[in-house]
């Protein structure tokens, strides 16, 4: 069981927007930034948000990410098709002393 | 271009041993912290563990179900990580990616490892 936690799955149709949620506590996501990563089927993670809401060059300007106390949420804006993937959160815990991640959430564009 | 090749992956018996190695090129390794990440066949991703720079003290952290059986370390003459790997159980099982800094921003292809009987 993951100490972040959130949803196994979400959908949503091309050029909708979708969000996902990440749940956690004063010990990581409450003090320590969030970062967002997308797997591809069969491929290596790729960080989409880094510090909360930074994303890196060349990542599309229809994710964002936010925070809010102990939660964090991921937004994909204009939905595509080649948006399917799992996509995690993860944060530093400060009780834990190390990375951890959430459980992953599966995106299906229907 | 940042790229990071991890190697050294395969099949290991329970209670054995195995090297991984990840060859880092296009940016300055030396500067950089660098971690281990993992994922179980059909699972999510589990931190390994990482290590700092050495202008940081070049300290090392790990996650709990592999501290005291797992170390990281760093050549960084030869821009090279590794993760050693003792008293491997079967469920150590998982494709291992290196990863660049706090954001991971750059992760390899990851190497295979397969503990079993």
């Known amino acids: 069981q993951s100490v972040l936690t959130q949803p196994p799955s979400a959908s949503g149709t091309p050029g909708q927007r979708v969000t996902i949620s990440c749940s956690g506590s004063?010990?990581?996501?409450?003090?320590?930034?969030v970062y967002w990563y997308q797997q591809l089927p069969a491929t290596a993670p790729k960080v989409l948000i880094f510090r909360n809401n930074q994303r890196p060059s060349g990542v599309p300007d229809r994710f964002s990410g936010s925070k809010s106390g102990t939660s964090a949420s991921l937004a994909i804006s204009g939905l595509r098709s080649d948006d399917e993937a799992d996509y995690y959160c993860?944060?530093?815990?400060?009780?834990?002393?190390?990375?951890?991640f959430g459980g992953g959430t599966k995106l299906t564009v229907l | 271009e940042v790229q990071l090749v991890e190697s050294g992956g395969g099949l290991v018996k329970p209670g054995g041993s195995l090297r991984l190695s990840c060859a880092a090129s296009?940016?300055?390794?030396?500067?950089?912290?660098m971690s281990w990440v993992r994922q179980a066949p059909g699972k999510g991703l589990e931190w390994v563990g990482r290590?700092?720079?050495?202008?940081?003290?070049?300290?090392?952290d790990y996650g709990a179900p592999v501290k005291g059986r797992f170390t990281i370390s760093r050549d960084d003459s030869k821009n090279t990580l590794f993760l050693q790997m003792n008293s491997l159980k079967t469920e150590d099982t998982a494709v291992y990616y290196c990863?660049?800094?706090?954001?991971?921003?750059?992760w390899g292809q990851g190497t295979m490892v397969t503990v079993s009987s």
């Open positions: 993860a944060a530093w815990d400060d009780s834990l002393s190390g990375v951890i």
């Open positions: 004063s010990s990581n996501i409450g003090s320590r930034y």
């Open positions: 290590i700092k720079r050495k202008t940081d003290a070049g300290t090392t």
């Open positions: 990863a660049t800094n706090d954001a991971f921003d750059t």
């Open positions: 296009g940016f300055t390794f030396s500067n950089a912290w």
